[in-house]
């Protein structure tokens, strides 16, 4: 072919600023950018797509609908031929998917077929797992299923919250892309069909689903609190009548007798004893008022512990 390719992009997030950086880099003309409005109730935490596009002249839009026949018409007469989704936060219909010329493809951000669907790496972390990666995948009618071009694994570690894996899925991303765009050119990017794995599809998060159930094991609830650490919604639980949110915590390395859960005080720290006999360090908590003084209470806890549940 001739000149350069031509792609839409539909993006948001840090993923889909770097993956457009990437593309943009990499020669690829892109004559519209699609993104969504930031929502007012969402830190915005993460870099902004609609910024970016138009640092670079390039020109955005944000219908709130795409997958119109209106929008569909409009890509369509634009010629390109890719169409991306990196973290863009709508499925695209196959009308949209028709307008590329020679594939629309998706960045997911786990290795398919691991963990389709929403917050991947949240739910990945609340599993307790050690690796999860991006995945740059042929977009088909289902979700995440679509034949596989690459994929870039990074680790989890024990005590990675969601924010730092979010980082290094993006940094994966942008790995992928780039050495996948060659391949996308000239037509020798692989096309490697994915099983899909029953059980492996996860919804969307929601705020109510970091409620801890003081029962757990402190393994389980340690997940929990860095699966939706902030800026993401917290895990919570009540205590003495009140709400808390535990925003970071750590496993530690002793055990106790088996019973009710209940905050204790070790040497100044704060502590959960949990029902099965494991203990969890709690390093920062809030309440209502703001964030607790663990310290202070770790003394008052030392003579009089909290049983919870």
């Known amino acids: 072919m001739t000149g350069a390719a031509r ?97 629309a493809l998706n960045m997911h951000g786990s290795l398919l077929p691991k963990y389709r669907g929403r917050a991947p790496v949240n739910w990945a972390i609340l599993n307790g797992e050690r690796e999860i990666g991006a995945t740059l995948h042929y977009m088909v009618a289902r979700a995440d299923a679509g034949d596989i071009v690459d994929q870039q694994a990074v680790p989890i570690l024990a005590d990675d919250e969601a924010r730092e894996v979010y980082a290094k899925v993006t940094a994966a991303a942008e790995i992928v892309l780039a050495r996948s765009l060659a391949g996308l050119l000239d037509g020798s990017a692989p096309h490697r069909p994915q099983p899909l794995i029953p059980g492996q599809y996860f919804g969307r998060r929601r705020p109510e689903d970091g409620r801890i159930d003081w029962n757990w094991p402190a393994q389980r609830i340690h997940d929990l609190v860095r699966a939706v650490a902030p800026p993401f919604p917290g895990a919570f639980g009540e205590v003495g009548g009140e709400r808390w949110w535990l925003h970071r915590t750590r496993l530690a390395t002793r055990t106790m007798t088996p019973g009710p859960a209940r905050l204790i005080g070790v040497e100044g720290e704060c502590q959960l004893a949990c029902a099965d006999g494991s203990v969890l360090r709690i390093l920062r908590a809030a309440n209502a008022a703001g964030a607790i003084d663990l310290t202070r209470l770790a003394h008052d806890l030392e003579r009089r512990p909290v049983t919870l549940g």
């Open 7 to 103: 792609a839409v992009v539909f993006a948001y997030h840090d993923v889909g600023v770097r993956c457009l950086k990437t593309l943009l880099s990499g020669g690829i003309e892109v004559p519209l950018v699609v993104t969504v409005a930031d929502d007012p109730r969402e830190k915005q935490w993460f870099a902004s797509v609609a910024e970016t596009a138009r640092d670079y002249g390039l020109p955005v839009v944000m219908p709130e609908d795409p997958n119109t026949p209106e929008f569909a018409a409009r890509l369509a007469a634009l010629g390109v031929d890719f169409l991306f989704s990196f973290y863009y936060r709508s499925m695209l219909g196959a009308p949209l998917l028709a307008c590329a010329r020679r594939g």
